[in-house]
């Protein structure tokens, strides 16, 4: 069915207008005033709302296998929480452990992903180790549609790869022109300040920070701009979470390396102080890189509002707290990592973000849908709206009021990290290429009509 979008005040990372959108075979074909209504069209009308493209998250897991336990959410579960946030496509970490053959994981992930999804997907591939197949495989993966790579600075012994690993998988990421993204933490460090306050009998969550510090991470940024520099690759640093970490990166690209920047939406409105809650609550927001002291969340947002920082995502790896966090009561070492933000990205982003006045519109969808799909090979077929890209639209009511609470999440998770948070703005309908997938906080949408996203390598 043909849609018709009337009277939306449509917003860009450039533009803003009001016109009327017509979408026709899954995409946008016309943008003008005063479209008329063929017969049989749906017609949306967005009269007092904004018209967004499609936001895109950059940073999820879905499938993940982590600390002998698996990640909740299914993508059907997470498809619908993210469309439930106008988030209509999603970027997923494939994340094969060290012995595990890079084609059969991307065969896995791919297999979990067609069929089940409701939003559009594609992947970055993880690289956890290097030999002559890992190259062969990874070469081939490239020809079957992913242009980006991702590598691990930390976990040593499960994804962490060595610097010798490090130089050879960047060098094969220039060659083939795809771009990494890189976990930035010093592995060896970590490992040592765990050791330590474990022997202290300092065994609770509280202490998880304190076993990676800002100071950790920014060499861990410090180290990768060192060989990207030397081997002039495309780097991409997931989830910073520091201003020292940042400062790094400034320093890397000043340097002329070619980065760029992530940070999440966990660490625009959450700090510490909520790792170090009482009774082991303190679990439900172990993650890594940890929450960071508060003072970090006014020099993130400003890095996003001023270019520094391009693109906001969740790093979405939902476990329970009542069960799976429970693995690490006796030693945070063993606490799943992860916090659950797939669905409520785009509302506490805009809320935080926009209502505050500390960003514009304009910067807003440029950090949550146009840099990552500029990044990631997607292009103008995403990211924009324009006549040819997708009809991937989200009509957003700036006039909603509620509260972010578990009960009425669809993520696949006993808890909410924002629980209680009010909002300013929620989706009012958000579409993926044309068709309605959801409507006032609920999915209407088809299970299965995700597309895999293949992108060609490049494209910088």
């Not at 861990?220 to 989830?239: E, S």
């Not at 920047?261 to 909520?274: A, C, G, P, R, S």
């Not at 508060?294 to 995502?313: C, F, H, K, M, Y």
């Not at 948070?421 to 299970?447: C, E, L, N, Y």
């Amino acid at each position: 069915m043909a849609l018709l979008i009337k009277n939306g005040d449509i917003i860009t990372a450039s533009e803003r207008y009001t016109a009327d959108i017509w979408c026709e075979n899954e995409t946008i074909t016309r943008i003008d005033r005063n479209i008329p209504a063929p017969p049989g069209a749906e017609v949306i009308d967005a009269k007092g709302k904004f018209v967004f493209p499609g936001f895109i998250d950059p940073h999820v897991h879905i499938h993940l296998p982590f600390m002998g336990t698996f990640a909740k959410d299914t993508h059907e579960t997470a498809s619908k929480a993210a469309l439930l946030g106008g988030t209509t496509t999603f970027i997923e970490m494939i994340c094969p452990a060290r012995n595990d053959g890079p084609m059969e994981s991307f065969e896995l992930w791919l297999g979990k992903a067609q069929g089940q999804s409701a939003c559009d997907f594609t992947f970055h591939m993880g690289v956890a180790r290097y030999d002559e197949r890992v190259e062969k495989e990874m070469t081939e993966i490239v020809k079957r549609g992913l242009s980006s790579f991702k590598i691990f600075l930390a976990y040593k012994g499960a994804f962490g790869v060595s610097d010798e690993e490090l130089y050879s998988i960047l060098r094969l990421a220039k060659k083939l022109g795809v771009i990494t993204t890189a976990h930035c933490e010093n592995a060896d460090l970590v490992l040592e300040l765990q050791k330590r306050l474990l022997g202290e009998g300092k065994t609770g969550p509280e202490w998880h920070h304190e076993s990676r510090p800002p100071l950790v991470e920014a060499e861990g940024v410090h180290h990768l701009m060192t060989f990207a520099k030397l081997l002039d690759a495309h780097m991409y640093i997931v989830h910073t979470s520091c201003e020292e970490a940042l400062a790094e990166a400034v320093r890397g690209k000043m340097a002329g390396v070619n980065v760029w920047v992530e940070t999440l939406i966990q660490y625009l409105v959450t700090d510490k102080t909520f790792a170090e809650r009482p009774g082991f609550e303190g679990a439900k927001f172990v993650m890594s890189p940890p929450l960071r002291d508060r003072r970090n969340q006014e020099i993130l947002l400003n890095g996003l509002r001023d270019g520094l920082v391009s693109t906001l995502a969740t790093d979405h790896a939902p476990f329970d707290f009542a069960t799976q966090k429970q693995m690490g009561l006796k030693d945070f070492t063993k606490i799943p990592n992860g916090i659950p933000s797939l669905e409520d990205r785009i509302n506490v982003f805009y809320t935080c973000g926009v209502t505050r006045g500390r960003l514009d519109l304009h910067r807003f969808v440029d950090t949550a849908s146009t840099q990552a799909a500029k990044l990631f090979g997607l292009f103008p077929r995403k990211g924009t709206i324009q006549p040819g890209s997708d009809a991937d639209l989200v009509v957003y009511d700036p006039n909603y009021r509620g509260t972010i609470s578990v009960k009425t999440q669809a993520m696949n998770v006993d808890y909410n990290p924002f629980e209680g948070m009010a909002i300013k703005g929620r989706p009012s309908v958000v579409t993926v290429r044309g068709q309605v997938a959801a409507r006032d906080g609920k999915f209407v949408g088809r299970i299965g009509r995700g597309q895999f996203l293949q992108r060609e390598p490049g494209h910088f």
